[in-house]
C-alpha cells in the first residue's frame, strides 16, 4: 500500500470543497495553534505532518480512520 499523505489530504478536502487555506484556518480554531496556509502546506508537503494532526484533518472533514487487517 502506498500511503501518501499529501494526495489523500488533498483529495478530501477537495470532496469536502475546502482549499487548503480553509483547512488552515479549520484547524486553528480546533486546536488553537496557529496554521497558515504557507505552514500547513510545507507539513504535508515535506510529509512531517504528524498523525495527530492527519486524525484532526480526518475529523474536521468530517472522515473515519479505519485499519483493516491484511491477514
Not at 35 to 48: P, Q
Request: no cysteine; charged share 25%.
Amino acid at each position: 500500500m502506498n500511503f501518501n499523505a499529501k494526495e489523500q489530504i488533498k483529495s478530501l478536502t477537495a470532496l469536502k470543497g475546502l482549499n487548503i487555506t480553509k483547512l488552515a484556518d479549520l484547524l486553528t480554531a480546533k486546536t488553537g495553534r496557529k496554521y497558515s496556509l504557507n505552514s500547513l502546506s510545507k507539513r504535508i508537503n515535506r510529509g512531517t505532518i504528524t498523525y495527530n494532526e492527519v486524525m484532526q484533518i480526518a475529523d474536521l472533514l468530517e472522515f473515519d480512520v479505519n485499519y483493516i487487517s491484511r491477514i
